[in-house]
């Protein structure tokens, strides 16, 4: 993990190195744009994907899959002041084979907002505040009896004082040293078995439960977001998005990650194509890693969690 940590972070120093230089260069090529007032847009992406088959010599199962993404912007800005508001939304299903039941494969709320008063050049004063949460219960499939999260378990809401870097309209990199995390686990059961960091419940010797557990916890530390975004080439645009946290309370060195990258290929005004990779490290999330015959996790810990979701159907994009 540390070796992950230590390419993001040359990563990033490299992309901020390079967007100095294009910001410059965007400055001496086009004027400044002093347009006071809001500006909305955002793009709405529904992919539908369906498979039958029927005495199949090669085998397989029949399947349909559904998942819906809604990405949107609300930003303002009024003389040296901007104010920044993005909503993301993504929701996915699968139905395979005889099974009936739909199950899920893609979950996501998250709401950020951040407000900057320009400082000097391109550094602005700036305060941000990040929730996430899911929109339905989660299973450890094929096992759809274990509950393993919900609305609100986890949810996380970050707030964050610090300095912005904001060269251009394609980077930005917000650095905030006092950073106050709250994790919410809104199930008890998951509460109770100490799920997302919370401390578990306690019991006594005869298995009689003597304290709930906890349904929240709050972390103070260091924050780091790092937005890059541009047009790769012509309809195909290519979006990036780093979070690091450390805790200065408890292992400050075990550096949470997510790191999201989104790559679009627009076909024509409604058919599109995304792939989106997701990486997380969260230091305090056990993971089962090992199953016996029985189907029982023989060990926990955390995990470098990976999600890769490709889509290709409707697509709507507006300004």
Same mark, same amino acid.
């Given at each position: 993990?540390k070796?992950?940590?230590?390419?993001l972070?040359?990563?990033t120093?490299?992309?901020?190195?390079?967007q100095?230089?294009?910001?410059?260069d965007?400055?001496?090529?086009?004027?400044?744009?002093?347009?006071?007032? !809001?500006d909305f /847009?955002?793009l709405?992406?529904?992919n539908?994907?369906?498979? &039958?088959?029927?005495? !199949?010599?090669?085998?397989?199962e029949?399947?349909?899959?559904? *998942?819906?993404?809604?990405?949107?912007f =609300?930003?303002?800005k009024?003389?040296?002041?901007? !104010?920044?508001?993005?909503l993301?939304?993504?929701y996915?299903?699968?139905?395979?084979?005889?099974?009936?039941?739909w199950?899920?494969?893609d979950?996501k709320?998250?709401?950020?907002s951040?407000?900057?008063?320009?400082?000097?050049?391109?550094w602005y004063?700036a305060?941000?505040?990040?929730f996430k949460?899911?929109f =339905? +219960? /989660?299973?450890?499939? +094929?096992? @759809? *009896?274990?509950?393993?999260?919900?609305?609100?378990? +986890?949810?996380?809401?970050?707030? #964050?004082?610090?300095m912005?870097?904001?060269? &251009?309209k #394609?980077f &930005?990199?917000?650095?905030?040293p006092v950073? #106050?995390?709250?994790?919410?686990?809104?199930?008890?059961?998951? =509460? @109770?078995?100490?799920?997302?960091?919370v401390d578990p419940?306690e019991?006594?010797?005869l298995g009689?439960?003597?304290?709930?557990g906890?349904? *929240?916890?709050?972390e103070?530390? /260091?924050?780091?977001r790092?937005?890059?975004?541009?047009t790769?080439?012509?309809?195909?645009?290519?979006q990036?998005?780093?979070d690091?946290? &450390?805790?200065?309370?408890?292992?400050?060195?075990n550096?949470?990650?997510?790191?999201?990258?989104?790559? *679009?290929l627009k076909v024509?005004? !409604?058919?599109?194509a #995304?792939i989106?990779?997701?990486v997380?490290?969260?230091? @305090?999330?056990?993971i089962?890693?090992?199953?016996?015959?029985d189907g029982?996790a023989?060990?926990?810990g +955390?995990?470098?969690?990976f999600?890769?979701?490709? /889509?290709?159907?409707?697509?709507?994009?507006f300004?």
């Amino acid at each position: 993990m540390k070796h992950l940590i230590t390419a993001l972070l040359i990563a990033t120093c490299a992309i901020a190195h390079a967007q100095v230089t294009e910001g410059e260069d965007i400055l001496k090529t086009q004027s400044a744009d002093t347009t006071d007032g !809001w500006d909305f /847009g955002g793009l709405v992406s529904i992919n539908f994907t369906q498979v &039958s088959l029927n005495n !199949w010599a090669a085998g397989g199962e029949s399947s349909m899959s559904l *998942s819906n993404l809604v990405s949107l912007f =609300a930003d303002y800005k009024r003389g040296t002041s901007t !104010w920044e508001n993005d909503l993301q939304l993504g929701y996915g299903v699968l139905q395979q084979g005889d099974n009936n039941d739909w199950l899920k494969t893609d979950d996501k709320i998250e709401l950020t907002s951040k407000y900057g008063k320009k400082a000097f050049k391109d550094w602005y004063y700036a305060a941000l505040l990040n929730f996430k949460t899911q929109f =339905a +219960p /989660g299973y450890n499939y +094929p096992n @759809d *009896s274990v509950k393993i999260s919900n609305f609100m378990a +986890p949810g996380y809401l970050i707030g #964050s004082i610090g300095m912005d870097y904001n060269p &251009s309209k #394609s980077f &930005s990199l917000f650095i905030a040293p006092v950073t #106050s995390k709250f994790t919410f686990v809104n199930d008890q059961t998951l =509460a @109770d078995a100490g799920a997302f960091g919370v401390d578990p419940a306690e019991y006594s010797d005869l298995g009689v439960k003597t304290r709930d557990g906890s349904t *929240s916890r709050s972390e103070f530390g /260091g924050y780091m977001r790092m937005l890059y975004k541009r047009t790769v080439m012509e309809n195909v645009t290519l979006q990036t998005r780093l979070d690091l946290f &450390s805790n200065y309370q408890n292992n400050p060195q075990n550096i949470d990650v997510n790191w999201e990258t989104l790559l *679009s290929l627009k076909v024509n005004k !409604w058919i599109s194509a #995304s792939i989106t990779a997701t990486v997380i490290y969260d230091d @305090d999330i056990d993971i089962a890693e090992d199953t016996n015959s029985d189907g029982v996790a023989d060990s926990f810990g +955390p995990r470098t969690q990976f999600k890769e979701v490709l /889509g290709i159907g409707f697509n709507y994009k507006f300004d």
